[in-house]
């Protein structure tokens, strides 16, 4: 069974502050997805990293994944009350029996506070 | 543009009742499918995927069931429900390859009673 471990679980920092959240696995995975989502609603997809040591930048949102691609980390720069919310990571199996299967993190909940 | 229609939004059912979820793409063919169960404020648990149609994958052994009687249909179903079926669920859809970005429905509130 593949795992992702997401950490913190919970973080609560004022607005300007900077901060990581961390998406690791002992297991290979073919891409790495970050997502966000509000109460109620399906996650929305922020960014996929493929390449191993990939790093891309959304705005103020860094996304990196790690060389061995078992895992990743989302940094945000000079966070603000409007990025208050749950962060999920998710993994796409490499291969096998289990290609295609899309798995996620137990997430991050972010309150940014004005 | 692919869309995707979860329903119904919120259920409330009781013990030992029978459950259908459904949930449809539009605009797309041969999508890999998903349920979800979400605890509130966590992370979501996958229940069921599939990568065609009458292929269904069961990753945690319970009191639920997925079909995919079409392409684009998937459902989620119980014979008897049991309190701890509530939660919240979540269908989702993917294209196939290394990407495979999902795409999530709005999510069934199930409250079991």
């Known amino acids: 069974t593949q795992l992702l471990e997401q950490s913190p679980q919970f973080l609560s920092i004022q607005e300007g502050e900077n901060l990581t959240v961390y998406c690791n696995s002992s297991s290979v995975f073919s891409s790495l997805q970050w997502y966000r989502q509000e109460p109620g609603e399906g996650p929305v997809l922020l960014v996929t990293?493929?390449?191993?040591?990939e790093v891309k930048k959304l705005k103020r949102l860094t996304f990196q994944f790690g060389d061995a691609r078992k895992d990743s980390s989302l940094h945000i720069t000079a966070a603000q009350p409007g990025d208050t919310g749950l962060y999920l990571c998710?993994?796409?199996?490499?291969?096998?029996?289990?290609?295609?299967?899309?798995?996620f993190g137990q997430g991050t909940i972010l309150t940014v506070h004005p | 543009s692919q869309t995707i229609h979860q329903w119904p939004a919120t259920l409330v059912q009781p013990v030992g009742s029978p459950l259908s979820l459904e949930c449809t793409v539009e605009g797309t063919s041969n999508p890999n499918l998903y349920w979800y169960r979400q605890a509130a404020g966590r992370g979501l648990q996958l229940l069921f995927y599939?990568?065609?149609?009458?292929?269904i994958s069961s990753e945690v052994p319970q009191n639920l069931s997925a079909s995919r009687p079409q392409d684009r249909q998937f459902i989620l179903s119980s014979k008897k429900l049991l309190l701890s079926d509530s939660g919240f669920y979540l269908c989702?859809?993917?294209?196939?390859?290394?990407?495979?970005?999902?795409?999530f429905g709005q999510g069934t509130r199930l409250t079991v009673v």
């Open positions: 599939s990568v065609g149609i009458g292929q």
């Open positions: 998710a993994g796409v199996s490499a291969g096998g029996t289990s290609y295609g299967k899309l798995t």
């Open positions: 989702a859809w993917s294209v196939r390859g290394v990407r495979t970005e999902a795409f």
């Open positions: 990293v493929v390449t191993g040591g």
